[in-house]
């Protein structure tokens, strides 16, 4: 599958995983910033943003999309960075294919099976009449009745998008998304030990990454390291300064 993506700066190649109902756009303004010293490259992952829509729908998938990404665009040893849904994507690809990759960056998700909690987030998605909803405000209305949270409506709404004059669709693939969630949930598979430098970055008021995980974790990416910001889930949304001074740390160490 060829993913949609936009590439950023020069240098040492690092490629970005959006997590689950994002799409690249999410970290277009922290590419820019690494693209001062790196060839970032932002990826939609399959079923989201521009890329294509597909039945199947995991994360060996997922993993298989960015080792062919990755040769199709000859990219010699990337540096690899995923936020949750990506940070799975990214530790799966970790494991399936180890040596393809430099170092790993794994933003609030843990190698662990969760269980599925983004249902009201689906169906008041699918609840949406884009037959008759044809504006980003009735859409968020609309949305509002199922979702009571602000930012999360603003960042599923981005997902929107005219498919003609006052026709709306979301650009994520919502009823695979729907079937297969519970599989998206699942912890990762083909475990093995993975040696090389891996940075974990978890949110200190998100439940994704616990003190309990840091054990698994380091058993699993035995050289790793697990830093702590004062956030929620979207640790590079909400602490972007601090995000990216970490990022800046462990890209640099030699």
């Not at 020069?10 to 060839?39: R, T, V």
């Not at 960056?105 to 699918?126: E, F, N, Q, R």
């Amino acid at each position: 599958m060829q993913l949609n993506f936009k590439k950023v700066g020069e240098g040492e190649p690092l490629i970005i995983l959006h997590g689950l109902f994002g799409s690249l756009d999410n970290w277009m303004s922290l590419a820019k910033k690494l693209g001062e010293n790196f060839e970032v490259y932002i990826v939609d992952a399959r079923n989201h943003g521009q890329s294509p829509h597909s039945e199947e729908f995991n994360y060996d998938v997922m993993a298989d999309d960015l080792y062919e990404f990755i040769l199709f665009h000859n990219i010699i040893d990337p540096i690899v960075l995923g936020h949750s849904m990506g940070g799975k994507t990214a530790m799966q690809f970790a494991m399936n294919y180890p040596n393809k990759l430099t170092k790993l960056i794994v933003a609030d998700i843990a190698p662990k099976s969760y269980p599925v909690h983004h249902t009201a987030i689906i169906d008041g998605m699918l609840a949406l009449n884009l037959e008759i909803v044809n504006t980003r405000k009735a859409a968020d209305q609309e949305l509002s009745k199922h979702l009571n949270d602000v930012s999360t409506r603003q960042f599923l709404l981005k997902n929107l998008y005219w498919i003609e004059k006052e026709k709306l669709a979301w650009r994520f693939n919502l009823p695979v998304i729907k079937r297969d969630i519970e599989i998206i949930g699942k912890g990762l598979e083909n475990i093995q030990a993975f040696e090389k430098p891996t940075l974990f970055i978890r949110g200190e008021k998100s439940n994704y990454i616990t003190l309990n995980d840091f054990e698994s974790i380091k058993r699993i990416f035995t050289n790793t390291q697990i830093q702590t910001l004062d956030s929620g889930h979207w640790v590079h949304a909400e602490k972007p300064t601090e995000f990216f001074n970490l990022l800046s740390t462990f890209l640099t160490e030699e």
